[in-house]
Protein backbone atom coordinates (compact mmCIF):
# COMPACT_ATOMS: atom_id res chain seq x y z
CA UNK A 1 0.00 0.00 0.00
CA UNK A 2 1.73 3.33 -1.05
CA UNK A 3 0.64 6.38 0.98
CA UNK A 4 1.09 9.86 -0.17
CA UNK A 5 0.07 13.39 0.96
CA UNK A 6 0.05 15.15 -2.65
CA UNK A 7 -2.60 14.64 -4.88
CA UNK A 8 -1.17 11.45 -7.41
CA UNK A 9 1.64 9.32 -7.00
CA UNK A 10 4.63 10.14 -8.81
CA UNK A 11 6.35 7.27 -11.03
CA UNK A 12 2.58 6.21 -11.14
CA UNK A 13 -0.59 6.69 -13.21
CA UNK A 14 -4.09 6.49 -11.01
CA UNK A 15 -6.51 3.84 -13.01
CA UNK A 16 -9.17 4.33 -10.79
CA UNK A 17 -10.49 5.72 -8.19
CA UNK A 18 -12.52 4.21 -5.24
CA UNK A 19 -13.19 7.19 -2.86
CA UNK A 20 -13.18 8.36 0.30
CA UNK A 21 -11.28 6.55 3.26
CA UNK A 22 -10.51 7.50 6.75
CA UNK A 23 -9.54 5.94 10.08
CA UNK A 24 -9.63 7.67 14.01
CA UNK A 25 -8.76 6.61 16.76
CA UNK A 26 -8.97 7.66 20.24
CA UNK A 27 -6.39 7.03 23.04
CA UNK A 28 -5.34 7.34 26.24
CA UNK A 29 -2.00 6.97 28.92
CA UNK A 30 -2.43 5.14 32.42
CA UNK A 31 -2.92 7.19 35.71
CA UNK A 32 0.36 6.12 36.35
CA UNK A 33 2.12 8.04 33.10
CA UNK A 34 -0.54 10.90 33.63
CA UNK A 35 0.61 11.47 37.11
CA UNK A 36 4.63 10.88 35.70
CA UNK A 37 3.86 13.53 32.91
CA UNK A 38 2.04 15.86 35.06
CA UNK A 39 5.29 16.23 37.67
CA UNK A 40 7.20 16.65 34.33
CA UNK A 41 4.83 18.97 33.35
CA UNK A 42 6.70 21.37 36.14
CA UNK A 43 9.91 22.00 34.73
CA UNK A 44 8.37 21.71 31.47
CA UNK A 45 9.79 19.16 28.32
CA UNK A 46 9.40 16.79 26.48
CA UNK A 47 6.44 14.18 27.56
CA UNK A 48 8.29 11.03 26.26
CA UNK A 49 4.81 8.83 27.14
CA UNK A 50 2.40 11.45 25.68
CA UNK A 51 4.51 11.59 22.10
CA UNK A 52 4.30 7.66 22.39
CA UNK A 53 0.55 8.17 22.54
CA UNK A 54 0.30 10.18 20.17
CA UNK A 55 2.48 7.82 17.57
CA UNK A 56 0.44 5.12 18.73
CA UNK A 57 -2.38 6.65 17.91
CA UNK A 58 -1.15 7.84 14.42
CA UNK A 59 -0.23 4.17 13.21
CA UNK A 60 -3.53 2.99 14.58
CA UNK A 61 -5.57 5.62 12.57
CA UNK A 62 -3.00 4.86 9.32
CA UNK A 63 -4.12 1.24 9.83
CA UNK A 64 -7.81 1.28 9.80
CA UNK A 65 -7.44 3.84 6.99
CA UNK A 66 -5.08 1.35 5.08
CA UNK A 67 -7.91 -1.77 6.18
CA UNK A 68 -10.50 0.36 4.66
CA UNK A 69 -8.60 0.74 1.57
CA UNK A 70 -7.49 -2.53 0.79
CA UNK A 71 -11.50 -3.69 1.17
CA UNK A 72 -11.61 -1.19 -1.98
CA UNK A 73 -9.36 -3.47 -3.64
CA UNK A 74 -6.86 -0.17 -4.19
CA UNK A 75 -3.26 -0.17 -4.10
CA UNK A 76 -2.54 3.52 -3.10
CA UNK A 77 -4.14 6.19 -0.99
CA UNK A 78 -3.70 9.60 -1.99
CA UNK A 79 -4.24 13.18 -0.45
CA UNK A 80 -3.60 11.80 3.00
CA UNK A 81 -4.26 14.33 5.74
CA UNK A 82 -4.37 14.08 9.67
CA UNK A 83 -6.54 15.96 12.04
CA UNK A 84 -5.75 15.81 15.56
CA UNK A 85 -8.08 17.08 18.12
CA UNK A 86 -8.16 16.94 22.67
CA UNK A 87 -11.23 14.84 23.16
CA UNK A 88 -11.09 15.21 27.06
CA UNK A 89 -7.94 15.72 29.32
CA UNK A 90 -5.30 12.79 28.89
CA UNK A 91 -6.79 11.62 25.88
CA UNK A 92 -5.50 12.58 22.29
CA UNK A 93 -7.62 11.30 18.73
CA UNK A 94 -6.10 11.00 15.42
CA UNK A 95 -8.15 11.46 12.10
CA UNK A 96 -6.77 10.46 9.20
CA UNK A 97 -8.21 10.76 5.90
CA UNK A 98 -7.39 10.41 2.40
CA UNK A 99 -8.98 9.13 -1.43
CA UNK A 100 -8.32 5.43 -1.99
CA UNK A 101 -7.13 4.84 -5.47
CA UNK A 102 -5.88 1.88 -7.97
CA UNK A 103 -2.61 2.99 -9.53
CA UNK A 104 -0.13 1.00 -12.12
CA UNK A 105 3.68 1.81 -13.05
CA UNK A 106 3.91 4.62 -16.12
CA UNK A 107 5.03 2.57 -19.27
CA UNK B 1 4.37 35.30 53.91
CA UNK B 2 4.82 31.93 53.90
CA UNK B 3 2.59 31.19 50.65
CA UNK B 4 4.37 34.39 48.84
CA UNK B 5 7.84 32.84 49.56
CA UNK B 6 6.98 29.37 48.52
CA UNK B 7 5.74 31.15 45.05
CA UNK B 8 8.76 32.70 44.83
CA UNK B 9 10.87 29.72 45.54
CA UNK B 10 9.15 27.62 42.99
CA UNK B 11 9.11 29.97 40.21
CA UNK B 12 12.75 31.02 40.52
CA UNK B 13 13.37 27.04 40.13
CA UNK B 14 11.53 26.68 37.39
CA UNK B 15 12.54 29.32 35.75
CA UNK B 16 16.18 28.26 36.24
CA UNK B 17 15.73 24.31 35.48
CA UNK B 18 13.01 24.94 32.36
CA UNK B 19 15.66 27.33 30.90
CA UNK B 20 18.47 25.05 30.95
CA UNK B 21 16.48 22.65 29.66
CA UNK B 22 14.94 24.87 26.86
CA UNK B 23 18.53 25.87 26.19
CA UNK B 24 19.91 22.69 25.54
CA UNK B 25 16.59 21.51 23.46
CA UNK B 26 17.39 24.79 21.06
CA UNK B 27 21.06 23.75 20.64
CA UNK B 28 20.32 20.25 20.52
CA UNK B 29 17.59 21.29 17.58
CA UNK B 30 20.22 23.61 15.92
CA UNK B 31 22.34 21.13 15.53
CA UNK B 32 19.85 18.49 14.00
CA UNK B 33 18.80 21.44 11.43
CA UNK B 34 22.60 22.20 10.66
CA UNK B 35 22.88 18.27 9.74
CA UNK B 36 20.01 18.22 7.02
CA UNK B 37 20.90 21.59 5.46
CA UNK B 38 21.16 20.31 2.19
CA UNK B 39 17.94 17.97 2.09
CA UNK B 40 15.28 19.74 0.57
CA UNK B 41 11.79 20.35 2.55
CA UNK B 42 9.25 21.51 0.72
CA UNK B 43 5.97 22.32 1.87
CA UNK B 44 4.16 22.89 -2.32
CA UNK B 45 3.89 19.88 -4.95
CA UNK B 46 0.35 18.64 -4.18
CA UNK B 47 -0.63 19.44 -7.42
CA UNK B 48 2.48 20.47 -9.50
CA UNK B 49 5.35 17.91 -8.55
CA UNK B 50 6.50 16.66 -11.79
CA UNK B 51 10.15 15.47 -12.68
CA UNK B 52 11.90 13.53 -15.31
CA UNK B 53 13.61 11.42 -12.90
CA UNK B 54 13.22 7.88 -12.04
CA UNK B 55 11.27 7.88 -9.02
CA UNK B 56 12.41 4.70 -6.60
CA UNK B 57 9.82 5.35 -3.48
CA UNK B 58 7.74 7.18 -2.76
CA UNK B 59 6.30 7.26 1.16
CA UNK B 60 4.24 9.18 4.11
CA UNK B 61 6.68 10.04 6.58
CA UNK B 62 4.86 11.68 10.11
CA UNK B 63 6.79 13.07 13.21
CA UNK B 64 5.47 13.67 16.17
CA UNK B 65 6.28 15.33 19.27
CA UNK B 66 4.29 16.74 23.02
CA UNK B 67 6.21 19.37 24.63
CA UNK B 68 5.21 20.69 28.03
CA UNK B 69 6.17 24.57 28.95
CA UNK B 70 7.80 24.67 32.57
CA UNK B 71 5.44 26.31 35.47
CA UNK B 72 6.96 30.07 35.29
CA UNK B 73 6.11 29.90 31.69
CA UNK B 74 2.46 29.67 32.35
CA UNK B 75 2.58 31.97 35.50
CA UNK B 76 3.72 34.35 33.29
CA UNK B 77 1.63 33.90 30.26
CA UNK B 78 -1.48 33.96 32.88
CA UNK B 79 -0.16 37.46 33.93
CA UNK B 80 0.82 38.80 30.34
CA UNK B 81 -2.90 38.01 29.31
CA UNK B 82 -4.33 41.03 31.06
CA UNK B 83 -2.44 43.36 29.38
CA UNK B 84 -2.26 41.75 25.87
CA UNK B 85 0.46 41.59 23.52
CA UNK B 86 3.18 38.84 22.76
CA UNK B 87 3.10 36.07 24.89
CA UNK B 88 7.17 34.98 24.43
CA UNK B 89 7.44 32.32 26.61
CA UNK B 90 4.48 30.43 24.99
CA UNK B 91 6.03 31.19 21.54
CA UNK B 92 9.22 29.75 22.53
CA UNK B 93 7.40 26.61 23.25
CA UNK B 94 5.08 26.12 20.17
CA UNK B 95 7.94 26.99 18.09
CA UNK B 96 10.44 24.43 19.76
CA UNK B 97 7.42 21.96 19.68
CA UNK B 98 7.15 22.26 15.77
CA UNK B 99 10.87 22.55 14.98
CA UNK B 100 11.16 19.24 16.83
CA UNK B 101 8.39 17.60 15.18
CA UNK B 102 9.60 18.38 11.76
CA UNK B 103 12.95 17.28 12.43
CA UNK B 104 11.76 14.04 13.51
CA UNK B 105 10.15 13.71 10.28
CA UNK B 106 12.66 14.17 8.26
CA UNK B 107 14.94 12.04 10.32
CA UNK B 108 12.45 9.14 9.26
CA UNK B 109 13.19 9.38 5.82
CA UNK B 110 17.54 9.22 5.87
CA UNK B 111 17.51 8.42 2.18
CA UNK B 112 14.58 9.92 0.57
CA UNK B 113 15.66 13.05 -2.17
CA UNK B 114 13.20 15.16 -1.17
CA UNK B 115 10.24 15.40 1.07
CA UNK B 116 7.40 17.69 -0.66
CA UNK B 117 4.08 18.97 0.71
CA UNK B 118 5.42 19.46 4.45
CA UNK B 119 1.94 19.83 6.46
CA UNK B 120 2.44 20.58 9.97
CA UNK B 121 -0.78 19.50 12.67
CA UNK B 122 -0.93 21.06 16.26
CA UNK B 123 -3.28 20.38 18.55
CA UNK B 124 -3.06 22.00 22.82
CA UNK B 125 -3.47 19.00 24.84
CA UNK B 126 -4.84 19.59 28.63
CA UNK B 127 -3.26 18.32 31.50
CA UNK B 128 -5.12 15.50 33.92
CA UNK B 129 -4.58 17.20 37.00
CA UNK B 130 -3.29 20.52 36.43
CA UNK B 131 -6.55 21.15 34.32
CA UNK B 132 -6.02 24.30 32.09
CA UNK B 133 -3.29 25.76 33.90
CA UNK B 134 -0.81 23.85 32.22
CA UNK B 135 -1.34 23.00 28.84
CA UNK B 136 0.86 20.70 26.47
CA UNK B 137 1.78 21.08 22.88
CA UNK B 138 1.22 18.02 20.14
CA UNK B 139 2.61 18.42 17.01
CA UNK B 140 2.05 16.28 14.34
CA UNK B 141 4.47 16.49 10.93
CA UNK B 142 3.56 14.61 7.43
CA UNK B 143 4.89 14.88 4.45
CA UNK B 144 5.85 12.68 1.29
CA UNK B 145 9.26 11.52 0.92
CA UNK B 146 10.11 10.91 -2.70
CA UNK B 147 13.60 8.86 -3.47
CA UNK B 148 14.93 9.34 -6.67
CA UNK B 149 16.71 6.18 -8.16
CA UNK B 150 19.92 6.21 -9.88
Not at chain 2, 51 to 79: C, H, M, N, Q
Amino acid sequence: MILTNIESVPGMRIKAQCGLVSGSTVRAKDAIKDIGAGLKNVFGGELKSYTELLSEARNEAVNRMVEQAKRLRANAVINVRFATSAITAGAAEVYAYGTAVEVEPIG
Amino acid sequence: MGDILGLIIILTATYFIGHAFEQTHFEEIKKREIMLIKRPLLNFGARNFNTKRKIEKVELVTGEVVISGDYFKFFIASFKTLFGGRLTTMESLLDRARREAILRMREKAPLASVIINTRVESVMLNDVYWKNTRPQCAVIAYGTAITYGS
